[in-house]
């Protein structure tokens, strides 16, 4: 009875792998404390959305061509440094409406080795999590996209590790439920 019950608690262990605690979308996670605002049609990050960034994080524009993902451009790049932590949120924006799972997809094609991607509906618009290969770790990777004012923004949570995104998650969900 006891080797079962150590083959069942191993097995168990197992399946919980990176995801431990939380599961694939980290619902158990909380909001970090709010910082700034970035985003409208001022600061260091003119956005077509308003969005509060983590108490500590540091926001900032970047210049045109830098980046993309899909038809979204990157705008602006929020830094975790100043908190503490390895990582950025980065968000893109379209020039006109896209369908946000799609804006999504294009994230998952330019991520390498990327598994076990998962899509929910997430109001006002899509969310995706998934795992990919950073120096032979699994980790998590969360984005999120929606149609806003006539343009669909794409915000990524980008961390070092496994650890760094158990960190920030907190900061990437008081993001998305704050942009306006």
Request: hydrophobic share 40%.
């Amino acid at each position: 009875m006891r080797a079962v019950a150590l083959v069942l608690g191993l097995v168990l262990l197992a399946a919980c792998g990176p995801d431990e605690g939380n599961g694939p979308w980290s619902d158990g996670a909380e909001q970090a404390p709010a910082g700034a605002t970035i985003g409208g049609t001022s600061g260091p990050c003119p956005l077509p959305v308003t969005m509060t960034i983590a108490k500590g994080w540091k926001a900032a524009g970047v210049p045109a061509g830098t980046g993309s993902m899909g038809d979204a451009a990157l705008a602006c790049e929020v830094d975790a440094k100043p908190a503490g932590h390895l990582g950025f949120l980065r968000i893109y924006v379209t020039g006109s409406p896209v369908e946000p799972k799609n804006l999504l997809k294009a994230v998952v094609a330019k991520s390498k080795q990327v598994n076990g991607e998962q899509y929910r509906e997430s109001k006002p618009g899509v969310e995706l999590t998934y795992l990919s290969d950073v120096g032979g770790d699994q980790v998590r990777s969360r984005a999120y996209a929606a149609t806003v004012n006539g343009r669909t923004v794409l915000v990524v949570l980008d961390a070092f590790d496994s650890e760094e995104y158990d960190a920030m998650i907190g900061a990437y969900l008081l993001a998305q439920h704050t942009i306006r």
